[in-house]
């Protein structure tokens, strides 16, 4: 995994689920760490336990707490390991760290200043969701965890409704009646794939529109972890020729030219600008007036 007096900061995938999951070569790196960050060191303690790995090493306790609220002060204590010689590894809760969890923050750190980063890749809710969703994979983004509530929300919100890429969306099981309504108010059509307890015994995907999954799960409890799958925003429907005419009329009425009109129409409404061009023509010949 590394040479002898060469530090190395190690991003080790975790299992979402099922401890079969674990790909040998984190167990390994766990293993050899001289150093394992946790966003839970209880988690932590618990997986190492069921992989017979133990949690001390020649220094004490190879465990240390990397959260949301330390993982700025760490950087200083990881960084002198590394610069030592130190294998660290980083591991979250569950899944693949840096993905709404901790870890982006140590990586931008230490990468920055020259350091050997890499990743044992292996288990990640979001691709793991995204590709049993259904929905397209070619163009995506993860939102993962959104605002609470405010106009922070509604923007993100409207932002993710907008989006002709399938979004990933982290959610509460808690929260995920009020989120699918308000994703709903937007476009109750647009089709979602709910994912809960990937890879666990009780696996559940569940596809439909928003406005069905609302209904289905109003009707029942949701628990353990779930993720969002949002399709795309469907591609802005062509203007008729009555839109484009009734546009034209318009700009022509406020005493535009038809180069003007179809300068400012092209982009507005997708149109080829000399398809405007020959319509506000055509409509100026029409009334009678003179170019």
């Known amino acids: 995994m590394r ?13 979402i689920g099922n401890l079969g999951d674990l790909s040998p070569r984190a167990a ?11 966003e839970d060191t209880r988690r932590t303690r618990g997986l190492l336990s069921a992989l017979a790995i133990p949690a001390g090493g020649p220094a004490g306790d190879r465990l240390v707490s990397l959260h949301a609220h330390n993982e700025r002060a760490r950087v200083d204590q990881v960084r002198a390991l590394v610069a030592q010689g130190a294998l660290v590894a980083v591991v979250s809760d569950a899944g693949t760290p840096g ?41 995506f983004c993860v939102e ?45 059509d647009r089709p979602i794939a ?3 307890e990937l890879t666990k015994v009780y696996e559940e995907v569940w596809r439909g529109t928003l406005a069905e999954a609302e209904t289905v799960f109003a009707e029942r409890g949701v628990r353990g972890e779930v993720v969002l799958v949002i399709g795309g925003a469907p591609p802005p429907s062509a203007p008729s020729e009555a839109d484009i005419d009734a546009a034209v009329r318009e700009r022509l009425a406020h005493g535009d030219g038809p180069r003007q009109v179809a300068a400012a129409l092209s982009g507005e409404m997708g149109v080829a600008r000399r398809t405007i061009y020959d319509v506000a023509l055509r409509l100026r010949s029409e009334s009678g007036s003179s170019d």
Do not use: N, W
Request: aromatic letters at 2%; one cysteine or more; charged letters at 20%.
């Open 3 to 15: 040479e002898p007096g060469h530090g190395q900061l190690v991003l080790v995938a975790t299992p």
């Open 28 to 38: 390994e790196v766990l293993a050899q760490a001289d150093l394992i960050a946790c």
């Open 99 to 139: 993905i709404s969890d901790p870890g982006s923050v140590l990586v931008a750190e230490l990468s920055g200043e020259g350091y050997a980063v890499s990743v044992v890749p292996g288990p990640s809710s979001v691709i793991s969701a995204l590709v049993v969703s259904g929905l397209a994979t070619d163009r």
């Open 144 to 188: 993962g965890f959104l605002p609470r509530k405010g106009p922070q929300r509604r923007q993100r919100i409207a932002t993710v409704m907008g989006d002709a890429r399938t979004t990933v969306v982290l959610e509460s099981p808690m929260r995920l009646l009020g989120t699918l309504a308000e994703l709903g108010a937007i476009d109750a």
């Open 194 to 196: 709910v994912v809960r």
